[in-house]
């Protein structure tokens, strides 16, 4: 089973992530991900946060539907999504029940909103279930992984939280041989993959994939 986050950014095509869903998702919405999820044309089993970005009528909605609703103070030191995703993870990721946390509407808008959100990848306590983030055709998750797409699609690898060291790519035009990627360097940017299939691999650091399917 999956855990599917809808957070509270942009989602262009609520429609086409809805073809992402499976009928055994566990949804979560971090507040006004709401929107997202009904739109989306699923009912969230959870409805976390301040909830100053729900309205009474979409609450009552939740909660007739037998949601749970888990309510934060608004003075707190969590964004709504980290919330959903630190509950997804306690209560899903240890006990096996969830082994991969999808999140949605993530990107987008404010900046600061969307820097932060994808930083949050990088929290270590997130590390008990693989993340990714979501947005159309655009794909954020952490290295190591092999992942699957088609030729032609673009991938870029960013480095997180310093230079990475021994990082190492198969299926991609240009390979990277146990390479480093430096903090503020574009080397990583823009590359494609050659195969149905590519792998990233990094001895040292964090390095954050962006899968994009076909060209931007």
């Known amino acids: 089973m999956r855990a599917v986050i809808f957070a509270n950014g942009l989602l262009a095509n609520p429609a086409a992530e809805a073809a ?93 909103q969307t820097l932060a959100n994808v930083l949050l990848l990088a929290e270590p306590a997130f590390r008990a279930c693989p993340v ?18 088609a030729p032609g699609d673009t991938v870029s690898l960013v480095p997180l939280r310093g230079d990475a060291h021994g990082v190492t790519t198969h299926g991609l035009e240009y390979p990277l041989a146990n390479g480093t990627l430096r903090l503020g360097s574009t080397l990583g940017i823009s590359n494609v993959m050659t195969a149905a299939e590519a792998t990233v691999t990094v001895r040292e650091g964090l390095v954050l994939i962006v899968h994009i399917e076909g060209v931007m």
Request: hydrophobic content about 40%; some cysteine.
């Open 20 to 112: 992402r869903l499976r009928p055994d998702d566990w949804i979560i919405a971090a507040d006004g991900g709401t929107r997202h999820a009904l739109a989306a044309g699923v009912t969230p089993h959870v409805l976390i946060g301040d909830l100053d970005s729900v309205s009474p009528e979409g609450r009552a909605r939740l909660e007739s539907a037998g949601a749970e609703v888990r309510v934060y103070p608004s003075r707190k030191d969590e964004t709504d999504l980290e919330l959903a995703l630190r509950h997804a993870v306690a209560r899903a990721c240890p006990a096996g029940d969830v082994d991969e946390i999808l999140v949605l509407g993530a990107l987008g808008g404010r900046w600061d």
């Open 132 to 149: 990714r983030l979501y947005d159309d055709r655009q794909s954020l998750f952490l290295a190591p992984s092999t992942f699957t797409g």
